[in-house]
């Protein structure tokens, strides 16, 4: 592993549906105690370029890509991107904060002083279920937690040979987890080190991509908030 600390890519996939927290994520990257970073997100909302062009606004690097209809063969594409993106900067480390997660300022920099003190490739912490879907479902809020995208630090290098060997997996997540055990990456899981708040939002979270086909990669909510889907975004009601 290179000695010292590298710049970093704090990336994610995102759509219009995620519209609620672009501020919040905006803030909490800019918050971020990490001095060697960048931000960059890829816009995968399929009915409209209006939120690639609002993330433009906003100051965020970004880029827009037409979906498929599934989740794995559009993430597979928009992690191409981030990989290509961390290359063009020559960043060593990805930060995966999804669209709706904030973690707190000094986050970044201690997954990555854990990176390093472990000589490990993977890094993640836990955040929690949305609240709303936790009530709908009638299960106590911190019953579940995620370890996976939302909030994970991975090398550069690791996330080219998870591409790499993307068919053998056919998902992003399988094939980050998969190719890290098998290449003895070395793997830290966080929990409760630093908070990682999951904002909620689902009545603005319209269907945007059918679900993965890879099954039991996160946990199912069992029960989806009424109001799921209920509101366009600001950005799209322009087009009702």
């Not at 019953?143 to 690791?158: A, D, K, P, V």
């Not at 003895?184 to 929990?191: H, N, P, Q, S, W």
């Amino acid at each position: 592993m290179q000695e010292g600390k590298g710049k970093a890519l704090v990336a994610c996939p995102t759509y219009a549906g995620k519209q609620y927290s672009l501020q919040p994520w905006i803030d909490a990257y800019h918050a971020l105690t990490y001095p060697n970073k960048a931000a960059y997100q890829v816009d995968n909302t399929g009915v409209s370029t209006a939120y690639y062009e609002l993330l433009k606004e906003q100051g965020i690097d970004c880029t827009h890509l037409t979906p498929w209809p599934d989740w794995d063969r559009s993430f597979r594409r928009s992690w191409e991107l981030i990989l290509e993106r961390a290359q063009a900067l020559d960043c060593y480390w990805i930060y995966s904060v999804e669209a709706d997660n904030i973690p707190a300022p000094d986050s970044l920099e201690i997954m990555v002083n854990m990176a390093l003190y472990g000589n490990v490739h993977l890094v993640t912490h836990a955040y929690p279920m949305h609240a709303t879907a936790a009530r709908a479902s009638n299960i106590p809020e911190d019953s579940w937690y995620y370890h996976e995208l939302g909030c994970m630090l991975m090398t550069r290098s690791l996330l080219e040979r998870a591409i790499e060997e993307f068919e053998e997996h056919g998902n992003i997540v399988s094939a980050i987890f998969n190719s890290n055990e098998r290449y003895m990456g070395g793997y830290v899981k966080l929990t409760n080190r630093f908070k990682v708040g999951h904002l909620d939002g689902y009545e603005m979270s319209f269907q945007n991509l059918g679900p993965s086909e890879i099954p039991g990669l996160v946990m199912p909510t069992p029960q989806m908030p009424e109001d799921y889907g209920t509101q366009l975004p600001p950005v799209l009601r322009g087009a009702e």
